[in-house]
């Protein structure tokens, strides 16, 4: 993303994060205290600390985000959103965030954390973003192996036939249907359009057994399909930049979480628990 302004990174590490939030644990009971009434003859109750909620939408309204896209380049109205910190807002071009000011003279590249739980709310942002824009795709554009019975976990993963560890994931694609989890492919040819890669990707979808062809273009057999029939690999390529991929293969969860590169069977699974059921370990 290119705002040809000044943009300033920001990472906290987490060990930064941590110190912030245990400032915040320290400085809680004293504020509270100061702001609690006096009371007369009562025993305190012990403090419980509960889950801190999702952080409340800020709304800002349409006139508000017309004005600041008037500063900053490329920006329209919906590209733009409030956030947590007053001033500060959010401009996103697919799954990508950057926060600028209200005047458009500043920027920041880097994520934003609550502090009292260390919830990073940059990332959860991304997820929903990405799921917004996957979710858009219908299976029908996809090549889908899934389990003979009902699914535990679904991935949609980014694949490019050439690729090395694409290739490893795949022959292991059984197993991974074993472990219940259905896998559901978008073509990403790394190497970009007009490529060997890219026409390969074209040929599996112009075959009359899509799952068959991309098998066996993945074990370097040749195809002989044409690559002109009406195919979503252009589409599939470019929903693949949008929500920043990297890299091949490319796994997103259920929850939107973007797993780069390649992961064996049994330690997708305990990735795929582990973001079905957050927090436990």
């Known amino acids: 993303m290119n705002m040809n302004r ?4 920001l990472a906290l590490s987490g060990a930064a994060i941590a110190m912030l939030a245990m400032a915040a644990e320290n400085d809680a009971p004293a504020a509270a205290a100061a702001a609690a009434p ?112 009902t699914p535990k976990y679904t991935v949609t993963v980014f694949t490019d036939v050439d690729c090395t560890y694409c290739r490893a994931l795949h022959q292991q694609i059984a197993e991974y249907n074993r472990l219940g989890v259905k896998v559901r492919y978008l073509f990403y040819p790394r190497t970009g359009p007009n490529t060997a890669s890219w026409s390969k990707a074209e040929q599996v979808w112009c075959s009359a057994d899509r799952r068959a062809a991309l098998t066996k273009a993945k074990a370097g057999q040749a195809l002989t399909a044409a690559t002109n029939c009406p195919n979503p690999v252009a589409q599939s390529y470019e929903l693949g930049r949008e929500i ?23 330690i997708l699974l305990q990735e795929l628990q582990q973001d079905a059921h957050p927090g436990k370990s």
């Open 244 to 266: 920043g991929l990297s890299g091949t293969p490319g796994i997103v969860t259920e929850s939107g979480q973007l797993l780069p590169g390649y992961a064996p069977p049994d």
């Open 38 to 149: 006096t009371a007369r003859s009562a025993t305190a109750a012990p403090a419980v600390t509960a889950p801190l909620p999702p952080p409340p939408l800020v709304q800002a309204s349409e006139a508000e985000l017309a004005a600041v896209a008037t500063h900053v380049p490329g920006a329209k109205p919906g590209d733009l959103r409030a956030t947590p910190i007053a001033g500060l807002y959010e401009f996103r071009q697919g799954a990508d965030l950057v926060y600028v000011t209200a005047d458009g003279r500043y920027g920041i590249s880097g994520d934003i954390y609550r502090v009292a739980d260390k919830e990073n709310l940059t990332e959860t942002r991304r997820r929903e973003l990405r799921l917004v824009l996957i979710n858009a795709v219908p299976e029908s554009s996809m090549v889908v192996f899934a389990p003979a019975t």
């Open 6 to 9: 000044l943009i300033f990174p």
